[in-house]
Every structure is written in C-alpha cells, then in structure tokens.
C-alpha cells in the first residue's frame, strides 16, 4: 500500500544523495561505528565465563544473532527521505534501556526461560546485541570521545567511522552476520512509539545499511578506506583506540559489555540487581586514572550499572587514603526518555590529583533502577591515580602504568590466523596511517584476502549501483510472499 510509494521515493532519494556526495555515514550521528560493535559484541560473546549462557552462543545462528542485533540497532539511521523519522525513531530508541526494559518484561511474559526452541534463544540472543550495542555508545560517547576532541581536536563525525577503519587496517575484522530480527516481538514494542513503524519501515533501514556496509563484499574495504581518510587527523586516536588502557577505547568496552550480557541474562530470569548494581568502574581494577589534570578526561572516573538507574539518586563520595575528600561534579547519561534513566554515570574531578595515590569512591545507590526495583547498594570501588613524570616519590612505581595482572580481556579470542597477520607486524599500529597500504581480513569462507586499497566513498558508488539491484530482487520477495499468503 503506501509502502509502494515510500520506496519509490526513497531509492532514488537515496542514490541521488551517494551520487551528490551527500549521503552520510549513519554513524556520524550514532557514535562508534557498526563494525566496531559488531566486534565488541562478538568479543565479549567469546569471553563469557563457562556456563549455559556461553553454551547457548555455541549455536553459529545464536551468535549471528546477537551480532546481526549488534549491527540493526544502527539501521535507522540510514534511510533518507520521507521515511527518515520513522526510521529514526526505530533506531533511537532500540539503542537505550527503555526499550531494553520492555525487551526484557516482554520475554518474561512471553517466553520466559528455559528455552527449548532456536527460535527463543535468538530473540534473546538480538537483544543482548542490541543492548550491547546502545552500552557501547555510551561508553564511548562518555568517556572516549572526550579524549580524542581533547588530545586530537576531533569529534563523532571522523572518530566514529576512523575507529571503524582502523580495525580494518589493523586486521581485526573477522565478524559479519547475516540479517535477522525478531520482527513480531519487535514491531510489537515499537508500538510504544506511536510513530507507525512498520516491517516496511524496518525493511528501508536494513537494506540501505546491508548494501552498502553490513556485508561481505564491500563492508571492511568500506571501513578501511574511512581509516585511511581520516587516520593523519587523529594521531592519538589512531595510536589509542584499541588500548585496553585507555578507558571508552574499543578494546575497553570488551569486559563491561560482557557483564552486561550477565546482568541481562540474569534480569530476563527476574533475578535481583539492586544488592550489585555496579558492573564496571573505569579505571578498572589494576589500571591507573591516567592523568591527574582535571582538564584530561582521562581524570574521571566511570562506572557501568546492571540496570539503568537515576543519577539523582546516586550519592558517590570520592576520598583518598588518609580520608581526604576529593571534590568532583557527577554526571548521568540520560539517553532514551526523559526520566533520566542512566547505564553510565561519571565523577570529574574539579582540582588537580595527587600523584600517585590509592583512594576510594563509595557509590551510595538509593533509588530506583529501570527494571522496578529499588536500590540502597554502596558500592566501593578503588581508583588509583597515576604516577606524575619524574616526581621521584611514586610508591606504585612509574613503570607500572598497568597492574593487570588477570588474564587479558580478549585472550585468544582476538587471535587471527597467522595468514592474516600484517607482514611488517608492529609498524603500523600508532604510526599514522600512511604505511597502511594494505589491510588484512578474513573473508566469508574463513579464509585470508588482501584486498587493494579503495576509497571509501568510491565503494559506497558501487554498493549504490548493488542497492538497485537489492531493490529489484526484494520486490520479488515480497510478490513471492504475497502469492504464498
Ligand atoms: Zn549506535
């Protein structure tokens, strides 16, 4: 019906704009870039601890489950043209945890666990990659973003699709899924919007992002050539935005996510987050508040939450050793509503730290958090600052940056076959992007192409010439499914 004329009208709206350069990447607007949450989200699937939420991933269409849920939240941003609200309302809202909560309560009324059919176990396992997803751009938006306008001069609109490229260049890429999504459950909780979101609606987004970056063909060449692009602009972003050290990087997203796919897990079993709210502080553990200027961003201190909660009725209290209060301002995301419902909440620091000193923040929770129960956890957690240059009297010792003792986040999960490795391993990474002449990937049958540079927006010409044919072939499908019906 009138989905017939949207798409008349949009195709071509939307090859006019790649063919005039004005189509824009979806993730100028919508933080780190879709490979990179496919990524995290797969990474952190990898490094579930033992158990029966890790074994349900064994299951190759689980997995691409929660990748492909990883990648869709981002689908709306894509369209333009007369459907572009409707798309983006779907996609905005599938990011936060308001929709994640009502995820959560649907299966819990619908198809609680234990689940016996593939069917339930990939709904679920789309949702954590949702919700993933929309935790991985508060972090990043929080924390790293921040750093790179401070060290870099940069913002969203290079460092999102430059991190992107830079996986790509470095050989990191390994995760492409194929689409599905659990349309009815999903159409059913965008009925909350009142915006009349439809399959068709649903249908725009995701052929607009799997023609021209979510596939196989063109997506990491797609990606690599964003790093080549924008990597000489953003010399400390290039040089950080895989260390593990450096908190809202890429890499430091891999251990929050995974224990938010736990606290998830837990909640869609209505199991309690109150007693532990707190799944993640930035420093972590063993790592060191980088700077002690509390102009750097790399002076605050970040913490993650099982559920979203309110930041007002969070009352955090910073000391140092000997009792010493530290003054900060606080601050809580408040993405997806206006109840100010926060998975990520902030202390900034107003004057300058002392070196190298243990100290301790007590989270005293005393409210609501999303999911309708009510937390009075205090939390304490150690932040550790860092050692300043040449002051001499550091009990930590200046060498010890990192005191990471447990294992890696990433392990052997990040291994690629030794195929793939850079053959000049070690020159490119921090280097500038100049030398990346070549990147690495692995390809769709597990094997190892190198693939010549492109420019990106040269590949997006050919994915636009890929849309008609796209367009041609699910127009056949749906005449196909209205026969069959
Ligand atoms: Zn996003």
Redesign the pocket.
């Known amino acids: 019906m009138k989905f017939e004329t949207v798409r008349s009208i949009f195709r071509p709206a939307l090859l006019a704009g790649i063919a005039l350069g004005t189509f824009a990447m979806p993730?100028a607007v919508?933080?780190?870039g879709i490979m990179g949450?496919m990524h995290v989200t797969g990474w952190a699937i990898e490094n579930l601890p033992p158990g029966e939420l890790r074994d349900m991933f064994n299951d190759p269409e689980v997995m691409n489950a929660a990748i492909f849920g990883s990648a869709y939240?981002?689908s709306g941003?894509w369209p333009k043209g007369s459907v572009e609200s409707q798309a983006r309302a779907y996609?905005e809202h599938t990011?936060w945890e308001p929709f994640i909560q009502d995820f959560v309560t649907w299966i819990r009324v619908n198809d609680p666990p234990p689940w016996t059919s593939l069917e339930s176990k990939k709904r679920f396992a789309f949702m954590l990659g949702c919700a993933s997803?929309?935790l991985q751009?508060e972090i990043f938006d929080s924390i790293f973003l921040d750093q790179v306008d401070y060290h870099d001069n940069g913002n969203q609109d290079i460092a999102d699709p430059a991190t992107d490229g830079f996986l790509a260049i470095d050989g990191h890429l390994r995760f492409m899924p194929t689409e599905y999504y659990p349309k009815d459950t999903v159409l059913e909780l965008y009925q909350t919007l009142n915006m009349g979101i439809s399959e068709e609606t649903v249908r725009y987004g995701l052929d607009a992002m799997e023609t021209l970056y979510v596939n196989p063909r063109t997506g990491y060449a797609v990606a690599a050539g964003f790093g080549r692009q924008h990597g000489a602009k953003l010399g400390w972003t290039r040089a950080h935005y895989f260390d593990a050290d450096v908190p809202g990087s890429i890499r430091s997203e891999i251990l929050p996510t995974m224990r938010y796919m736990i606290a998830l897990w837990e909640r869609v079993q209505g199991q309690n987050s109150a007693d532990n709210p707190v799944l993640f502080q930035y420093p972590d553990d063993g790592r060191f508040l980088r700077s002690l200027d509390p102009a750097d961003p790399a002076s605050w201190v970040t913490i993650v939450t099982a559920a979203a909660a309110k930041a007002d009725f969070v009352m955090p209290d910073w000391k140092l050793d000997d009792g010493t209060p530290i003054a900060f301002t606080k601050r809580g995301t408040h993405w997806g509503g206006t109840d100010q419902f926060a998975r990520v909440m902030q202390l900034r620091p107003l004057e300058q730290l002392p070196a190298g000193r243990a100290s301790t923040v007590t989270w005293n929770f005393n409210g609501p958090l999303i999911n309708g129960e009510v937390s009075t956890a205090s939390v304490v957690l150690p932040v550790q600052t860092t050692c300043s240059e040449g002051s001499g009297a550091c009990p930590i010792g200046c060498e010890a940056r990192t005191g990471i003792t447990s294992p890696e986040e990433v392990g052997t999960a990040l291994g690629r076959p030794a195929s793939c490795l850079p053959a000049e391993e070690g020159s490119g990474s921090g280097s500038g992007a100049e030398g990346a002449a070549t990147e690495n990937k692995k390809g769709d049958g597990g094997g190892c192409q190198t693939s010549r540079p492109a420019s990106a927006w040269g590949l997006l010409w050919f994915a636009a010439a890929l849309l008609g044919l796209r367009s041609v072939r699910s127009a056949r499908r749906d005449e196909d499914a209205a026969t069959k019906g």
């Open positions: 993730s919508s933080s780190h949450h939240t981002d941003y996609g990011h997803h929309g751009d």
